[in-house]
């Protein structure tokens, strides 16, 4: 077997097409993970009555589940219930992906608060900030810097985790680039092509973030 290099031109041309349904699917689920996950967290942190109790089990446990295993679980919940389309199942993408995202980012967030000393917060009550004004005006501009780093190696591992879809059937970069695959049976040149672009995707997303990074710890 040879490797054809315009073969691999075709795999990169099918894959790119595809970027923005793996971008969709690391995307979306950061963003929810990111605000469910700081409520979760502050739940955790204040120790809510029930609730705080209620995540110290459930967090432990989810996350103990891999990912692969909750997104057949959910495809199946899925098409017991409702009619399979192609947005129903990518819903069900997203649906997982959140909730693996809120329940890993509010255990870095929780970390991410603790790391800010408690003199800070008896400080700023007795110069008279509430808790909200002191999370807001004190607190979180500091922790933002100290999650960032673990929040970059979330970004690369769910750009990255996006290809497990493919598992029930959505397609994204490597899905998309192996359908040239289908003429030949020759599928080296397409999984290369889909590394290739990974591998892209995840620099890019690497220097965006270390550079926000270096902006929070300039002006901390």
């Not at 220097?207 to 990074?213: G, K, M």
Request: hydrophobic share 50%.
């Amino acid at each position: 077997m040879t490797f054809n290099l315009l073969y691999l031109a075709d795999c990169l041309k099918s894959g790119i097409s595809y970027i923005h349904v793996s971008l969709l699917l690391a995307i979306i689920p950061l963003a929810i993970g990111t605000m469910l996950g700081t409520v979760i967290a502050l739940i955790r942190i204040f120790r809510i009555p029930f609730l705080a109790r209620l995540f110290d089990i459930f967090i432990p446990i989810y996350n103990g589940i891999p990912v692969i295993v909750s997104l057949f679980i959910y495809n199946l919940i899925y098409l017991i219930y409702f009619k399979s389309s192609v947005s129903g199942v990518i819903n069900v993408a997203l649906f997982t992906f959140s909730m693996g995202q809120t329940t890993h980012l509010s255990e870095s967030i929780r970390a991410a608060f603790l790391a800010i000393p408690k003199g800070q917060y008896e400080a700023s009550y007795s110069a008279g900030l509430t808790t909200l004004q002191t999370l807001r005006r004190i607190i979180i501009p500091q922790v933002i810097p100290v999650m960032l780093p673990g929040f970059t190696n979330m970004t690369v591992g769910a750009i990255k985790n996006s290809s497990i879809v493919m598992a029930i059937g959505i397609t994204e970069v490597l899905n998309g680039s192996t359908i040239p695959c289908a003429n030949t049976y020759s599928f080296l040149e397409g999984y290369v092509a889909a590394a290739i672009i990974y591998w892209v995707l995840n620099i890019i997303a690497e220097n965006i973030l270390h550079f926000i990074e270096k902006h929070f710890i300039k002006n901390r």
